[in-house]
């Protein structure tokens, strides 16, 4: 194989990694982030139950607040009706002390569906008491594990970095400007012919330039996108 082959070989396999490696160094931080949400939303929702318990305990107190209203309401009725003089007065405080025992039925209903809750609530709260600590570890662990991985990373790319300046000073000017140019317009330089296509753009290479490839007697390229063309038979 010609020796600027090899070595523009060389040069796209070690800008491959570089690309794979920057990916994944912009990759990781979202998924940090992630992370560091999947914490918060664990703490929020420890929260969260803490405070709807308080609010729906508020609740029910409230609601005991108006039972006792109206049983005080249903004593001053009850007072009151030994001492109406008409039958349209003593049935009006009949009614009104009806509403009132009614009333606090009702509410009674709306407590009981409340303290059904705030169990609910309560068993919630308990499980997840004994779990968020350890999942709130494991995830952290996970956050530290990522970023030791952006540093390994970081190093990783640098030693790749330093690779391909030492390579690209046994490359010549104009070789390595034609496979910068086809790089940046393909995304790959170089591609491997095995029959009679190319696998850079999937189209027929045409025979007098295969004939040429197959013998090694120079370096070709694609006639349809470019690209160095480098023969391995199957």
Do not use: W
């Amino acid at each position: 194989m010609d020796s600027d082959i090899q070595l523009l070989l060389q040069l796209q396999e070690l800008d491959q990694h570089i690309s794979n490696t920057e990916k994944l160094l912009d990759q990781i931080p979202r998924e940090i982030e992630k992370l560091k949400k999947q914490k918060e939303d664990l703490i929020y929702r420890f929260e969260k139950i803490h405070t709807d318990l308080k609010r729906l305990e508020a609740l029910k107190r409230e609601k005991e607040l108006d039972i006792q209203t109206y049983e005080d309401r249903i004593l001053k009725i009850q007072d009151a009706l030994d001492k109406v003089r008409t039958n349209e007065e003593y049935k009006a405080l009949l009614r009104e002390k009806a509403q009132a025992e009614e009333a606090i039925m009702e509410i009674e209903d709306e407590i009981l569906a409340i303290m059904e809750d705030i169990e609910a609530l309560q068993k919630e709260e308990e499980k997840l008491k004994e779990s968020i600590e350890e999942e709130k570890e494991k995830i952290q662990e996970k956050i530290e594990d990522k970023e030791k991985e952006i540093e390994q990373l970081r190093q990783k790319l640098e030693e790749l970095k330093d690779k391909r300046e030492t390579l690209i000073k046994q490359i010549k000017a104009p070789l390595l400007s034609k496979y910068e140019m086809i790089k940046k317009k393909r995304g790959t330089a170089l591609a491997v012919v095995d029959s009679d296509t190319c696998t850079g753009c999937y189209l027929i290479i045409p025979p007098k330039i295969y004939s040429s490839l197959v013998k090694g007697e120079k370096l070709l390229t694609c006639p349809h996108c470019g690209r160095f063309l480098v023969y391995e038979p199957k």
